[in-house]
């Protein structure tokens, strides 16, 4: 990581208390001072000054049209936080009782992944996930065609944030 003189490193803490993201702050770093770091820099960086990014307010998200059936196995990139709703057809779990969804963290990280951990949905079905250097979520280790319940996925979104969020992410 590039050293950075006093008056830069209270810049960026001031950039952050101001609402700037972490692309922001590795953005102005670049055009202003030539510096430049990868995003994890930035983000020890930001750590390092002692400034505490801050979360954007979600915007009002519209529901996603039902998955295509030519969709194959394959989550959808474009999909909000990485993850398409489930089909239709899948059968919520049993007693009609609350979502049961478990998600943890990896103490090491996989290959090619920024944060990594497990997934066990509702039906017991588990999967390994991951979110990637551009921030996209990944699903590996499911059987071919399964489709996680609409609910689940929701419950898997939620824990994931809180989980990451909790861990400093």
Known sequence: MADLTEAQRNAVRQWVEGGASLSDVQRRLKDE?????TYMDVRLLTLDVGAQVKDKPEAKKTPAPPPDAAAGDELADDAPEGVTPADASHEPPAGGGPVSVSVSLDRLIRPGSMVSGDVTFSDGKKARWMLDQMGRLGLD????????????????QVQLQKLLASKGY
């Open 33 to 37: 001072w030539g510096v430049s770091l």
């Open 141 to 156: 280790g499911v059987p071919a065609g399964y489709r996680p319940a609409a609910e689940d996925v929701r419950e898997f």
